[in-house]
């Protein structure tokens, strides 16, 4: 057993805690194969919150089947989000474990008993090289005790779990010690953090410890709750120097009454004071939402809705799905998926229309002006990094900028993008 592959689906939560595991693999001596196809064993990171997601999934599960038919002695691990583990174990047989709900952040110990690998084979620190993320995601906070009607993520995910603060520190610098400039904080509800541990920690409180980290440059967090954010949250971001304007605060309708159905636990009103208390301590902090059209019962009035408080709030990114039932949630078991097709199509449409307006007129306003940027790699031969309010930008150096906090100058924007010139 020498070798694995990692093949990563759905959120930045995977994305980290399939980092975290490769890293604990190579440090057993094991080696990153090619793909798949080379590997001894694959670990598969699943997400069922999306129809599309979980087909993808399933997808790589039957070319894996194959891959295991011809090379049985390849190990085949599931991990991440699965919405039934009973019915994905009859079929797919050939999975060699499948993670339970809840048992996420375990995923690495039961690998290793899995694979029979013993302590005295694991490398020290040193010896496991690997190329330094200049953003990378560190998981904080696992599962979700709340109960929105469309979503399956306490069930894939279990009840709330959260890293001790040491533990968090600890791993966030030996990643600056290796080059990371920037962390991304994640949870599916960042703002619970701390909550079950004794003594109570909270994530302003985690944030003040995170800011005193030498060499961090940059620290943001998702994803959040309305419903929990509070005011010494608001603090944080606007008092400490490393610590991002830019938050995701997911709405995902703006009528209240589908708010009710959805069990978000909030109303418009309170939305709509808490991005006030955000803009006024900070006026030019970048948000950005999730939004579901098509829910169960939403009318042509409910939606109507959604698209006047996008008018209103103004986010600089939006982010929209059409609502697909996920097994086992109470919207696909209680309420009709009424709303056809075409119609959610037509809907999800009306907010990338609405938004693209939006956003071309917020990032004009960035012309000509000065902004730091922390550059995170190229595409199609240009640099490319994000501002502090999360602005992507891209400029052309002939120098090697990887990892730096740059000033540039805005020469052109799109709603998705701006473009800039260094300063000299």
């Not at 759905?10 to 980092?19: E, F, K, L, P, Y």
């Not at 019915?87 to 999975?95: L, N, T």
Request: glycine residues 6%; contains cysteine.
């Amino acid at each position: 057993m020498s070798s694995f592959s990692i093949w990563t689906i759905g959120c930045q939560m995977n994305v980290a805690d399939s980092r975290r595991l490769a890293e604990s693999l190579e440090r057993y001596g094991l080696e990153a194969a090619d793909g798949p196809h080379a590997a001894d064993v694959v670990v598969l990171y699943s997400c069922v919150v999306r129809q599309q997601a979980e087909h993808r999934v399933h997808g790589q599960l039957r070319a894996l089947q194959t891959m295991k038919a011809a090379r049985p002695h390849m190990k085949v691990v599931v991990a991440g989000c699965v919405s039934d583990i009973p019915d994905w174990q009859r079929r797919y047989p050939f999975v060699d474990l499948i993670a339970e709900p809840g048992q996420d952040l375990t995923v690495r110990d039961r690998l290793i008993d899995l694979l029979d690998l013993s302590e005295r084979y694991r490398f020290q620190p040193e010896q496991a090289i690997r190329l330094p993320g200049i953003s990378e995601g560190v998981t904080i906070h696992q599962g979700c005790n709340r109960a929105c009607t469309y979503c399956i993520v306490p069930s894939t995910r279990g009840g709330e779990r959260s890293r001790p603060p040491a533990v968090i520190v600890d791993e966030i610098r030996r990643l600056v010690e290796r080059g990371t400039k920037e962390v991304v904080l994640l949870s599916q509800i960042v703002e619970r953090y701390g909550r079950d541990l004794r003594p109570r920690v909270l994530l302003s409180e985690l944030l003040r410890q995170l800011d005193e980290i030498d060499g961090l440059e940059r620290i943001r967090f998702l994803t959040s709750y309305p419903g929990d954010f509070g005011r010494d949250l608001v603090d944080a971001i606007a008092d400490l120097p490393k610590v991002c304007e830019d938050v995701n605060l997911p709405i995902q309708a703006g009528d209240d009454d589908v708010l009710r159905r959805m069990r978000r636990g909030y109303v418009v009103d309170h939305y709509r004071e808490l991005i006030g208390r955000l803009r006024q301590r900070m006026p030019e902090i970048g948000l950005s939402t999730d939004v579901i059209v098509g829910f169960p019962g939403e009318t042509e009035a409910e939606f109507q809705h959604t698209l006047d408080m996008l008018d209103e709030f103004r986010f600089d990114v939006v982010h929209v799905a059409m609502y697909s039932p996920r097994p086992g949630t109470v919207a696909a078991t209680q309420m009709s998926d009424d709303v056809p097709r075409e119609e959610k199509r037509r809907r999800l449409h009306a907010v990338e229309d609405l938004q693209k307006r939006i956003a071309t007129c917020i990032n004009s306003r960035y012309l000509g002006r000065i902004v730091d940027v922390l550059v995170e790699g190229t595409a199609k031969g240009r640099w490319y990094g994000r501002t502090r309010t999360n602005k992507l930008v891209h400029f052309a150096s002939a120098a090697p900028v990887a990892g730096q906090v740059l000033d540039v100058q805005i020469t052109s924007t799109e709603p998705w993008y701006l473009s800039a010139t260094p300063c000299t």
